[in-house]
């Protein structure tokens, strides 16, 4: 894994990380307006990522090869991996931010909620259902595995619990658009911290 050096003055990270299966690259500006340029190989996770970014408002640049003569197992599990060592690094030491973050977000017919704590002790508790096992041609098993290793990655604590719906696509478009909403919240900064970080202890774990 190959990391560029991140600035103090900012909150941009850039990572990149080659194994047998994957090549990603990632660019991200946790202080962007939600634009984005997504190249995963996978159409349905390229709209779910593409959304991900606009409803944020974090800038994503993504490019990722895989190995998708086999399935697309590894490509969306590790540009999960990247993308949240990216937003990690590019949180530094958590100064100032909000650290929680929520979003209740209804998608037609399915409603989705999603918490997050930007904690440095990683979590995913996952309540989402799907309907069928694949959407155009990802597998929707596939929507948990990004889920879980963007959280073990970017360090936060996370749950999503599926309240409603019955549309594979309008759950898993909730999915994404609540974590984007919640995520949102919780780097921003808060100016009545003053820059101090939010935890008694004086510390978030990274």
Partial sequence: MQT????PASRIAEISRATSET?????????GQGQGRIATGIGF???MLTALCRHSLIDMDIAAKGDLHIDFHHTTEDVGIVLGQAVRQALGDKRGIRRYGHALVPMDE????????IS????LAWSASFPRDKVGE????????FFR???MNSGITLHVTQKAGTNAH???EGCFKALARALRMAVETDPRTAGAIPSTKGVLEA
């Fill in 138 to 145: 990802m597998d929707t098993e596939l929507f948990e595995e």
């Fill in 23 to 31: 090549d990603i690259q990632v660019r991200i500006d946790l202080d």
């Fill in 45 to 47: 996770l390229d709209h």
């Fill in 4 to 7: 560029a050096p991140r600035s």
């Fill in 170 to 172: 309008h759950i898993a």
């Fill in 149 to 151: 290793a963007f959280a």
């Fill in 110 to 117: 399915a409603l989705v909620e999603a918490a997050i704590d």
């Fill in 120 to 123: 440095g002790r990683p979590f």
